[in-house]
């Protein structure tokens, strides 16, 4: 097979993330808009590539006045920095895992990342005749890392908002 392009289907794909919050529990949220493309050669795992954008401002905590202080210049500054952005730019296969590296782009600051991979999956038809693959992927990153500073003290000791931040993307992409 080939090296394929696959566009990243919007519909079917989601970024979530959790970061400890008043360093008690987890908050969890998404970015409900997803797009992009990958090129991929089942055959030749190294050859994988991936372009991905999302949207800052869809992001989503199921809390408003939460959401509209994550895209304030406070943290994503959505008005100035309106996308999240990653590229590959290696792939590293083990014992049949990939880890993807790349660079990650957030709030105008670029950082390498290295994203652990699973998938992405044989190739199926969709009920409409569409060529499909799919793939999850996790990291962990450190927000201050990407000019994300902003917290705030608490009385009992600690700070409202974790440095580290978990994310997990579920992408399903369609064969152009």
Not at 95 to 115: F, P
Not at 121 to 138: L, R, Y
């Amino acid at each position: 097979m080939a090296q394929a392009n696959y566009q990243i289907d919007p519909v079917h794909t989601s970024a979530h993330f959790s970061v400890r919050h008043l360093m008690i529990s987890n908050v969890r949220g998404e970015f409900t808009k997803v797009s992009g493309k990958i090129l991929w050669d089942a055959e030749d795992p190294s050859s994988l590539s991936i372009e991905a954008d999302i949207d800052a401002a869809s992001i989503n905590t199921r809390e408003p006045q939460r959401d509209a202080h994550l895209k304030s210049p406070d943290f994503l500054d959505v008005e100035k920095y309106p996308t999240i952005h990653f590229e590959s730019t290696q792939v590293h296969s083990d014992k049949g895992d990939l880890k993807v590296g790349g660079n990650l782009t957030i709030h105008g600051v670029t950082r390498d990342v290295v994203l652990e991979l699973e998938g992405p999956t044989p190739e199926t038809k969709d009920p409409w005749g569409n060529v499909k693959v799919g793939a999850s992927a996790t990291t962990k990153i450190n927000r201050k890392d990407f000019g994300l500073t902003w917290n705030a003290a608490l009385e009992t000791g600690g700070v409202m908002v974790g440095d580290e931040i978990k994310i997990s993307i579920d992408v399903e992409a369609a064969r152009q």
